[in-house]
């Protein structure tokens, strides 16, 4: 009599199949959410700061007077903050393309403008920097060394710890004092507490600028500046 086979367990191959392909999937999905947080942490964005809310960047300014750096006449009928990046080619060209000087000699000078820098870094790579000439302001020679840090910018070393020193050295700076500033990392709650003061002022990008509270960002031609002070100036 002929043995009759028993019956084959269909499908058992194909449950294997499925398991092995919803593993498969499931390990997929857990490489790429460490893949996406890898990028992120690995970003050149810094963690978007907590906006600390602020009448003003002037009024901080004002009542933080160790966290900005100020030029000309405390009590000029313009104030215009200054918000750049020293990794920013627009901020590089505004310092070092003439508008900045322009400015300073026309309307800082003599006593029209009060100019301040809010030291800021929109990444984490470009913070270091910003440090180092709150470094320089403890030497009175912030504006000297901001627009140096600007022309290492696209120079060897560029914005590393041996530019800094450097442009310390180029502007006459106690390299050693500053030396001393910079590697204790004195300002890096400074320079992260302005980051996060001008988010809530609303900067997302630089240079931006406030004449008087009216906000402008970009490189603007020196014409738009004049326009705007000439309006500011003339109606007081």
Known sequence: MAK????????SRERNTNWLLIIGISA????????????????QGQPTPTPEPVASL??????????????????????????????????????????????YETYVDNGQVRWVVLPYALRAATQPPAEAAMCAAEQDQFFPYHHELF???DASPGLTRDGFVQAAQNVGLDVDAFEQC????????????NVAVAASA???????????????????????????????????
């Open 182 to 193: 910079f590697d204790s990392n004195r300002y890096r709650s400074v320079v992260q507490r």
């Open 4 to 11: 009759v086979a028993p019956p084959r367990k269909r499908g």
């Open 58 to 103: 002037a009024d901080y300014c004002e009542a933080n007077e160790d966290n900005c750096v100020f030029r000309g006449d405390e009590d000029a009928p313009v104030t215009i903050i200054e918000v750049a990046d020293y990794g920013c080619p627009h901020c590089r060209n505004f310092n070092l393309g003439g508008t900045a000087e322009a400015l």
């Open 202 to 236: 609303g900067v997302s990008a630089t240079p931006t600028f406030f004449i008087n509270g009216i906000k402008m960002e970009g490189n603007q031609p020196l014409a738009n500046f004049q326009q705007q002070l000439e309006q500011l100036l003339g109606a007081g």
């Open 28 to 43: 997929l999905g857990v490489i790429g959410l460490f893949a996406l947080l890898f990028i992120n942490l690995q970003g």
């Open 151 to 153: 022309e290492f910018q």
